[in-house]
């Protein structure tokens, strides 16, 4: 299971998650040459413990520096921007990245983020509703580059928008819950799952969330995907931390036994657990890493 262009399915796309001082061509550039499938980055202004750099400019200099990666956008927030602006900076890193991109709409997530930048962190059925409209509203966009749109959330009017690449960019959701699958991935060109929708309820990621989250409750997330678009391939969002027994162990007990903490210790063993998700109908998956030289790490074992 190693990068595209192996010939083999399973693919890896390591995450930008990392600090402001790290330059994003030059990380790009570097995960190229160890071999990955492809990057993302995310879209967040700040979590708990760092910043992040901006995510249209991070994926353009990513673009710019490499010439074989596929690049995603994980997730762009819907909360924090118009799904015109996802849809116009969709189309334009699809074009000048020659088709390697692939567009990432999330719901978002973390209430910190809204609140202190001056706007509101809506109702959880609230946020699920804007997430399916702008999903609609993209998928207009990329498909006609128009849209004619009146919803409860969203009025839009947009005769024509450009550039328009030779492939329109996949068109990619993220999914946790039973109700959030069943409306939004019928709307999507790929989805992926993570853990539930309670690793995120309040508005912040609860780690107590991520360690109740077992093999049992990936297989029916998988399956419930399935069932709502069985054309539609399934990517995985994992995080992990990889290094030795010692380093990695205060971060691995609190995951306790669930499936997440399969992706935290040693090199060898992350790695195979990481390809053992390719049984459960997994063909992608992002790794974040909270572990300086995860990435270095594994790269040998999983592009192979």
């Known amino acids: ?3 595209q262009g192996s010939g083999d399915i399973m693919q890896f796309f390591p995450n930008l998650s990392s600090s402001v001082d790290v330059n994003p061509a030059e990380w790009a550039k570097a995960r190229e040459q160890e071999g990955w499938a492809g990057v993302v980055a995310s879209d967040h202004l700040w979590t708990e413990d760092r910043c992040f750099p901006h995510l249209w400019v991070s994926l353009t200099a990513m673009a710019m520096a490499t010439s074989r990666l596929k690049l995603s956008s994980s997730f762009s927030n819907n909360l924090f921007r118009s799904p015109v602006e996802f849809a116009h900076a969709s189309l334009t890193l699809q074009f000048i990245s020659g088709g390697r991109f692939d567009a990432g709409l999330g719901a ?3 209430e910190e983020e809204l609140t202190r930048t001056g706007r509101e962190y809506p109702r959880p059925g609230v946020r699920l509703e ?13 498909t006609n580059g128009a849209c004619q749109f009146s919803g409860q959330h969203y009025s839009i009017d947009v005769d024509n928008i450009g550039p328009t690449p030779k492939k329109r ?10 109700k959030s ?3 939004i991935a019928p709307l ?6 993570m853990a539930p929708g309670r690793a995120v309820r309040g508005g912040a990621l609860s780690i107590a969330a991520l360690s109740e989250f077992t093999e049992n409750d990936l297989r029916e997330l998988v399956d419930r995907v399935k069932c709502a678009n069985e054309k ?3 990517g995985f969002f994992a995080i992990l931390a990889v290094g030795d027994a010692a380093t990695t162990r205060a971060l691995r007990d609190p995951l306790g036994d669930g499936l997440f903490s399969d992706f935290v210790g040693e090199p060898a063993f992350v790695a195979d657990n990481l390809r053992r998700l390719e049984d459960f109908g997994i063909d992608r998956v992002q790794i974040t890493s909270t572990l300086p030289g995860s990435f270095e790490a594994l790269a040998p074992l999983l592009n192979r």
């Open 130 to 142: 804007m997430y399916r409209e702008a999903m609609t509203i993209a998928r207009s966009l990329f």
């Open 1 to 3: 299971m190693a990068s």
């Open 188 to 193: 999507a060109d790929r989805i992926e799952v």
């Open 108 to 110: 978002g997530w973390s």
């Open 169 to 178: 960019p996949a068109l990619v959701a993220s999914c946790g819950g039973k």
């Open 181 to 183: 699958i069943r409306i």
């Open 232 to 234: 539609a391939p399934i």
